[in-house]
Structure formats: structure tokens, C-alpha cells
């Protein structure tokens, strides 16, 4: 069966500095997506960044980024220019690329200090 | 186009009560997801449903009955509620084919 861990429970980062959140994952198979998801106190959950395992090019959305390294099965989540809205609980999650539903990781709580 | 629509947002219940919690998407999605989500524990999947008429237990089904009649509604019952059921509640949805899903915004169940 497909594990997410999340070895990070709580992270602290300055307004305006970079941040990694850690991820590993794993599976056998060779088909699958991976994602990072936002979960301000909203509760609401926001995808951040995905990535395809076919694609050996790290995925970037404006300040996210992944670092993605799949022989060793690892997909951190780095967050450039830390702004206060940053400030929430990050999943890590995989989908296994054919009827795959979502596994999540426990969660990286993000405080961002001004 | 509304989403994935959950309701209640809110609930208190007392042991031994049934509910229902409702979960309607409107995007024509076959996929659709329930998970609770506890401290520490990230989300883990209740029930799913890839299409309509067909359901499947996830990693914590128990204490929990789905049904899909059509493809819009996904509705997940608490035959018995217990205090080991006060969670918060997403609904999720996916379109065949596509990578990512969209959740609901949630319900908060409380059990006493």
C-alpha cells in the first residue's frame, strides 16, 4: 500500500525568507501525481503545486516550488518570499495514476513570523 | 457553477443519533470522495464512488454508509454517531481523467 509521511509536524519561517516543507513517499507503481495542499484556518483546501511523476521537471507556481526526486521518492515543497497569508497546515498528498483516490501525509503546521 | 457543495457545516450530535451528511457537485464529476480529517492524522478516505450505482469502502469506512444514485449527490450516513466520529468531514470530486480534486469546504461533527 502507498504511505505519505510528513516527518515535519511544525515549521517556523521569518516574513520574506525560503522555507522547505519535507515529504517522502511510498509506492510500486510507476504512474502517479503528487501535490502539496494549503489548509489555511478557512479549513478550506487549496492545491498548491501537483507533479506528475513522468515529468522530471521540478513543477513551479510563482514563490512554490518542488523539489522532486523520484528514485528517492522525496517531494519537498519550498515557499520563497514567506508572506503572513503563508501561514497554514500543508498536506502532502499522491494519486496513484490510474483509479488512485488521494493518500495524504499528517501535515507540516507553517507559522510565518512577521 | 457552485462547486462541491457540503452541508451541514456545522453539527452536534448525540450518541446513538443518525445523520446524514450531504455532499452535491455540480461539474459532472465521476469521482467523488469522503475523508475525515483528525488532529495529527491528516485526511484519510472514508468511501468513494467512481461513477454512479458504484461505492467502495476506503481506509476507515466503519460506522459510515454511502450510496450513489446519481452522479451529483454522494451523501454519507452515521447510522450510530460516537464520540470517535467527531471529525471534520470532506467531500471530494474528480472528472475522469484529470488529476486533481475539489474538495468541499467541510462539516464539523461533534459527538457527545
Known amino acids: 500500500a502507498q504511505t505519505v509521511t510528513q516527518s515535519q509536524p511544525e515549521m517556523s519561517v521569518q516574513e520574506a525568507e525560503t522555507v522547505t516543507l519535507s515529504c517522502t513517499y511510498d509506492t510500486s507503481e510507476s504512474d502517479y501525481y503528487l501535490f502539496w495542499y494549503k489548509q489555511p484556518p478557512s479549513r478550506q483546501m487549496i492545491l498548491v503545486i501537483r507533479?506528475?511523476?513522468?515529468?522530471?521537471q521540478n513543477a513551479t507556481e510563482n514563490r512554490f516550488s518542488v523539489n522532486f526526486q523520484k528514485a528517492a521518492k522525496s517531494f519537498s515543497l519550498k515557499i520563497s518570499d514567506s508572506q503572513l497569508g503563508d501561514a497554514a497546515m500543508y498536506f502532502c498528498?499522491?494519486?496513484?495514476?490510474?483509479?488512485?483516490?488521494?493518500?495524504f501525509g499528517k501535515g507540516t503546521k507553517l507559522s510565518v513570523k512577521p | 457553477n457552485a462547486g462541491v457543495t457540503q452541508t451541514p457545516k456545522f453539527q452536534v450530535l448525540k450518541t446513538g443519533q443518525s445523520m446524514t451528511l450531504q455532499c452535491a457537485q455540480d461539474?459532472?464529476?465521476?469521482?467523488m470522495s469522503w475523508y475525515r480529517q483528525d488532529p495529527g492524522m491528516g485526511l484519510r478516505l472514508i468511501h468513494y464512488?467512481?461513477?454512479?450505482?458504484?461505492?467502495d469502502q476506503g481506509e476507515v469506512p466503519n460506522g459510515y454508509n454511502v450510496s450513489r444514485s446519481t452522479t451529483e449527490d454522494f451523501p454519507l450516513r452515521l447510522l450510530s454517531a460516537a464520540p470517535s466520529q467527531t471529525s471534520v468531514y470532506f467531500c471530494?470530486?474528480?472528472?475522469?481523467?484529470?488529476?486533481?480534486?475539489?474538495f468541499g469546504s467541510g462539516t464539523r461533527l461533534t459527538v457527545v
Open positions: 464512488s467512481v461513477g454512479a450505482g458504484i461505492t
Open positions: 507533479q506528475e511523476a513522468y515529468k522530471q
Open positions: 461539474m459532472n464529476h465521476e469521482y
Open positions: 471530494a470530486s474528480r472528472k475522469e481523467g484529470y488529476y486533481g480534486y475539489t
Open positions: 498528498a499522491y494519486r496513484g495514476g490510474s483509479q488512485g483516490n488521494l493518500i
